[in-house]
């Protein structure tokens, strides 16, 4: 396990939109490099960037071209070389995201195993044998290419699924795991992240980890023996590269070597029950939503199992929002917002934090572009101040990759940042207080100490510290077993004697 990580605090950057610097319209690594003192005054000490490899951007760069590569529009190999050396001066550590299930169907891998005469590249990818026979369960593309057969897709059309073998076959053109041409495409993988890995990146955030093995055994073995392999490979010879699955399934993941896992936004399961909670009967019943009339438990027994059963193997990492999910904004005020990112800073495991939610920006309704669909209003630019294009672009902003936030309250970092009351500062504060406490980093223990269903407040220990939220628009109080001190609060919490009332939408930390 790389020791970096059980301090880290993660920063997702979607590249695209962070900040241009070359007046294009769209993020370049260069703005990544100016901004890294604000990630780091922001109490960030790692970046998650989304793919930023050459791609013909059918789905946002997640259709690899050239995994070696920097996209052109982003800069060159050498800018994104010395963003690792800037980062790694200001002790920020750089996943770049590996996406290895798919390929760009304008990859030269593909554009070989194509092709009707038998090659080095024929069997990377999931073909069936003849032209007219598809694959029964699976996405697949026929009648495109000069080989009788037809092809497997990982994702949307333009995502060519790798072969890495089936585990239940059934067909005489399913190649089992061991095959050869199955261990050729593991080894592809191993050298794309040797490349990154030996010009100076740490690691990456793995897209749909569970997704390389076809019919896998529902523990996913095949496909995590794949990851125990590469883990193999980088406590080898990369002991400290982090390897961080797009998986959501901790006990598979982080079992087969994952340092941590992401705890996504899967509908109905603990995270979603927090702050996502969209679509229960009658309304959003999110705990953070002040009138949601939350229940704990909801997270609790869908979260204490996945934590006691994985928290000696990895992390679980709770995100504020990725660049596949509605930003958190979209349906919880600023108010609610800090508690959210409050809780998601003090539980146990590494978090992160999406460019944009540390301020809380907007979820945009706004056409799709590069095959995001409602995934779009997520990603749209970082709203630096209040000058033209909210600072992102000195483009004409008809030119921009994605609109900015039109409002006239479109929060910016100008303005929260001059604001001790502020989302921003309040994040910060929150950042600062992860780093001050050991008992706050991501593999200190956690126990519940007071969660009742349907009641508030929420009380959980986290090393000798004592945590206790009440996201409810009504005050609550409990009993601690000793007098506590009080070490930061969001809000307002009073101790008297031993019990604590919280008023509400309140949060603090006790020692
Ligand atoms: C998950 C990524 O997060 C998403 O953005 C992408 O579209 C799919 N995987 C396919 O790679």
Request: charged share 25%; net charge negative; proline share 5%.
């Amino acid at each position: 396990m790389p020791a970096w990580l059980r301090d880290a605090i993660f920063y997702e950057i979607y590249p695209q939109s962070f900040y241009d610097t070359n007046g294009d319209g769209i993020g370049d690594i260069e703005g990544i490099i100016r901004k890294l003192d604000y990630v780091r005054d922001l109490g960030c000490n790692a970046l998650w960037i989304n793919p930023c490899f050459d791609s013909p951007f059918k789905d946002a760069g997640y259709d690899v071209r050239d995994y070696e590569k920097v996209a052109p529009r982003y800069g060159t190999n050498d800018d994104l070389y010395r963003l690792f050396d800037e980062a790694h001066k200001k002790n920020i550590h750089v996943l770049l995201d590996l996406v290895p299930g798919h390929t760009s169907e304008e990859h030269q891998w593909f554009r070989e195993s194509k092709k009707a005469e038998k090659n080095e590249y024929s069997d990377r990818y999931v073909w069936t044998n003849c032209w007219i026979q598809g694959i029964a369960g699976h996405p697949y593309i026929g009648g495109e290419a000069d080989r009788d057969g037809c092809y497997m897709l990982n994702f949307f059309k333009c995502q060519p699924a790798l072969n890495y073998g089936f585990l239940n076959r059934t067909q005489d053109w399913q190649l089992s795991p061991d095959d050869p041409a199955c261990i050729a495409t593991r080894e592809a993988m191993k050298d794309v992240m040797r490349f990154w890995l030996d010009h100076g990146c740490d690691g990456f955030r793995v897209d749909m980890a569970d997704s390389l093995v076809k019919d896998d055994d529902e523990n996913k073995s095949a496909t995590g023996a794949i990851w125990k392999n590469i883990r193999e490979m980088l406590d080898n010879d990369y002991p400290e590269a982090a390897i961080i699955s797009e998986w959501s399934n901790p006990s598979q993941a982080l079992k087969s070597g994952f340092h941590a896992d992401f705890y996504l936004d899967h509908h109905g399961n603990g995270y979603n029950t927090l702050l996502r909670d969209y679509e229960t009967a009658g309304g959003d019943h999110s705990f953070l939503k002040k009138d949601g009339k939350g229940d704990i438990m909801r997270f609790l027994n869908d979260y204490l199992p996945k934590y006691d059963d994985t928290k000696d193997d990895g992390y679980i990492s709770f995100i504020t929002c990725n660049h596949d999910t509605p930003r958190p904004r979209r349906t919880l005020d600023m108010d609610e917002l800090k508690l959210a990112i409050a809780m998601f800073l003090t539980l146990p495991g590494v978090p992160f934090i999406y460019y944009g939610d540390e301020i809380g920006m907007r979820y945009l309704d706004i056409p799709t572009k590069e095959g995001g669909y409602t995934r779009t209003g997520t990603r749209t630019p970082m709203q630096w101040d209040n000058g033209a294009n909210k600072g992102f672009s000195t483009a004409p902003a008809g030119k921009l990759y994605l609109p900015t936030d039109p409002s006239d309250d479109a929060p910016t970092v100008a303005d929260q940042v001059k604001d001790p009351s502020s989302l921003l500062s309040t994040v910060k504060a929150l950042t600062h207080l992860r780093k001050s406490y050991d008992d706050l980093k991501a593999d200190s223990p956690f126990a519940v100490v007071y969660a009742e269903e349907k009641e508030y407040p929420f009380v959980y220990r986290r090393g000798t510290l004592y945590i206790a939220i009440n996201p409810s628009d009504q005050k609550a109080s409990v009993s601690l077993s000793k007098k506590h001190e009080k070490i930061f609060e969001i809000g307002t919490a009073t101790i008297n004697e031993a019990s604590l009332m919280m008023e509400p939408q309140s949060f603090v930390i006790l020692k």
